[in-house]
């Protein structure tokens, strides 16, 4: 079972800043292949998964991924830092053309746990970048009733603590 319980075939477009846990929740509740990762696409085009320079390819990729999938009503779940209002509008708006609901997952994971986990990772994000991330995390979860989707559920590490084993997908 999925906690939240999320549609399927859907939209999941996940906003958290680093280490609030994306890619681990995507990864215990979801097929590898459902979920489409800016980091992932910065390895596969650029030196690896933090290389910025490769930044607008990999989102150019993640959006022809993003619009391929939904065209073909697959579940498609985007893990990025979610925080681009424009690109979240387009996201909506291929879900909307291809009939399927659209929702939002916030990692909801207090600043201190973020910055715990990243000074802890093996390439940490500067922690001035964290703060502006932590900072458009909240502005973003400001704007996200007013823009249409089906749901904003809000995850949060008490709920999360334990990720159950994989494979989640009921
Ligand atoms: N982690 C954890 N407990 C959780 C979730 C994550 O201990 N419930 C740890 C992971 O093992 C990882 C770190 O926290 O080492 C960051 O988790 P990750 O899912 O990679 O966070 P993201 O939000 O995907 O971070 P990024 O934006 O940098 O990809
Ligand atoms: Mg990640």
């Avoid at 989102?59 to 009503?73: D, K, N, P, S």
């Avoid at 929702?103 to 802890?120: E, I």
């Avoid at 390439?123 to 007013?146: E, K």
């Avoid at 995850?155 to 334990?162: F, K, L, N, S």
Wanted: overall charge positive; charged content about 20%.
């Amino acid at each position: 079972l999925r906690d939240p319980a999320l549609p399927d075939p859907a939209l999941v477009v996940l906003v958290g800043a680093s280490g609030s846990g994306k890619s681990t929740w995507a990864a215990s509740r979801f097929r590898a292949a459902e979920v489409v990762s800016s980091d992932t696409l910065r390895g596969l085009v650029g030196s690896g998964p933090h290389d910025l320079d490769a930044s607008t390819d990999a989102f150019a990729l993640l959006e022809h991924i993003v619009q391929a999938r939904l065209g073909r009503t697959l579940t498609t779940v985007v893990d990025t830092l979610g925080s681009d209002a424009a690109r979240r509008r387009r996201w909506l708006d291929l879900a909307r053309r291809a009939g399927l609901p659209a929702v939002v997952v916030v990692l909801d994971t207090p600043a201190s746990v973020c910055r715990s986990r990243n000074a802890a990772r093996e390439r940490a994000v500067p922690a001035r970048v964290l703060t502006s991330q932590l900072a458009s995390v909240t502005g973003t979860v400001a704007a996200l009733a007013d823009e249409g989707w089906d749901a904003v559920h809000h995850v949060r590490p008490a709920a999360d603590a334990t990720p159950p084993p994989a494979p989640a997908r009921t």
